[in-house]
């Protein structure tokens, strides 16, 4: 059974960082890439950033493109997403996931592309 388990979130004022988690069991967690995506209230969960299953390729959506950046780990079977410079339109659920597709990782932009999912953790940045 996958399990995939978000931590980090929290509340931080406009400017801050934070350092989400996302440890991942059940499955051959390098054979996958895994993605954030996030949900505001009222509004379609969209994409954040995804990485490759060796770790050696990332793409992240323009809207936090220079100030996240998506990480793994294959040995602690975990995947990070730093985020800098946050903003108060940042806040959000954040969730992780992992994609089975062989696609070249610009295309798991969708979250139709991923087979499972964490519970979520919540940001909130304050302005």
Known sequence: ?????????????AGGSLRLSCAASGRTFNN???GWFRQAPGKEREFVAVISWS????????????????SK???RNTVYLQMNSLKPEDTAVYYCATSPRK????????TAMYDYWGQGTQVTVSS
């Open 55 to 70: 770790g050696g390729s990332t793409y992240v959506a323009n809207s936090v493109k220079g100030r996240f950046t998506i």
């Open 73 to 75: 780990d294959n040995a």
């Open 103 to 110: 696609v070249t990782i610009v295309v798991l932009t969708s």
């Open 1 to 13: 059974q996958v399990q995939l388990v978000e931590s980090g979130g929290g509340l931080v004022q």
């Open 32 to 34: 996958y890439a895994m």
